[in-house]
């Protein structure tokens, strides 16, 4: 799969925030001008109500539970392939 420079530079903020992000922080601008940024290849937006079944890992499970109010998840749904895809890139 064919990457830009930009989609590989936000894979490796995600990966290095732990895998998963509230969706609130994956977030560009400030004040009232604020839009959500692209989601990355690989990764996935998880609403609150699937976040809990057990197909999701727990490192997606644990940001809901630290985040009670939180109502989406941007996590990366395919570790392997990004990881390959770090390594490929270096």
């Not at 990457?3 to 977030?27: P, Y």
């Not at 609150?48 to 890992?57: E, L, N």
């Not at 727990?58 to 990881?83: E, Q």
């Amino acid at each position: 799969m064919k990457v830009t420079k930009t989609q590989l530079s936000m894979i490796s903020e995600l990966k290095q925030r732990g895998g998963a992000v509230i969706s609130s922080r994956w977030t560009t601008g400030h004040g009232r001008f604020t839009s959500l940024r692209a989601i990355p290849p690989f990764c996935k937006r998880i609403e609150r109500w699937a976040g809990w079944f057990p197909k999701y890992p727990k490192r997606i499970r644990d940001v809901f539970k630290r985040h009670p109010r939180c109502k989406a998840v941007i996590a990366i749904i395919d570790m392997r392939s990004v990881n390959k895809l770090l390594k490929e890139s270096v």
